[in-house]
Structures are given as C-alpha cells and as structure tokens.
Nanobody, 127 residues
Framework: QPQLVESGGGLVQPGGSLRLSCASS????????VCWFRQAPGKEREGVSC???????KYGDSAKGRFTISRDRTRTTVFLQMNRLTREDTAVYYC?????????????????????WGQGTQVTVSS
C-alpha cells in the first residue's frame, strides 16, 4: 500500500505560485490514479486535479488554465503546479491514490473512490 505524503504548501500572496508534491514512500504509483482534492473550512471536499495511470489528466473548473498536474520520471511522485493563486484557493490540499491497474479510463474525481490518502498540506493565499 502506498504511503502518500504531501509537501509544498505554505503562505503565498494573491497572484503567486506554489508547487505541491505527493510522494509515495517505497511504493511506485505507476498503476495508480492520483488526485488532488482540497477542503476549505465549512466547505465540502473538492476535486482539484487528477491524473490516471496512463497520464490522462482532468481538472476541476477552479483549476482549469491555472494548475497543472504531472508525474515525475520515477513515477513515485505527483506534482500540482498552481499559478495565479487567489484567496479562494485557500484550503487544505490532499492527495489520494486509487489502484487502476486494469483501467485505461480518465481518472475519477469522486473522493469516495480513492483508498489511499495523505495527511494534507495547508495552502493559504493572503496579502
């Protein structure tokens, strides 16, 4: 089972950028779809961006045109590059994995369909 660890969160000014990382310790993420979700206080968990095992990507409406999801060459880490951040992007960001070794489909963005979760990293956009 992959142990997912997020990093890269922090405080950034509006209009700034951050790159989040989701690393799997000792376990390849090659057969896994990996998603970034976020949850702001008082709001439901929201799908931000996902990447399938075959590298099909999907973005939530709030992320389109600003965020980019990618994998590293070793396929043990998934990144979320976030540009032009706004205060509405403030949330705890979680990465989650689902074993999709038989699937060639686009990744799901439904949180309940993901089995493995990291602890989350806080992103705060404020001046």
């Amino acid at each position: 089972q992959p142990q997912l660890v997020e990093s890269g969160g922090g405080l950034v000014q509006p209009g700034g950028s951050l790159r989040l990382s989701c690393a799997s310790s000792g376990h390849t993420l090659d057969p896994y779809s990996v998603c970034w979700f976020r949850q702001a206080p008082g709001k439901e968990r929201e799908g931000v961006s996902c990447i399938s095992r075959t590298d099909i990507t999907k973005y939530g409406d709030s992320a389109k045109g600003r965020f980019t999801i990618s994998r590293d060459r070793t396929r043990t880490t998934v990144f979320l590059q976030m540009n032009r951040l706004t205060r509405e992007d403030t949330a705890v960001y979680y990465c989650a994995g689902r074993n999709d070794y038989l699937s060639n489909d686009a990744p799901s963005m439904v949180p309940s369909e993901y089995q493995y979760w990291g602890q989350g990293t806080q992103v705060t956009v404020s001046s």
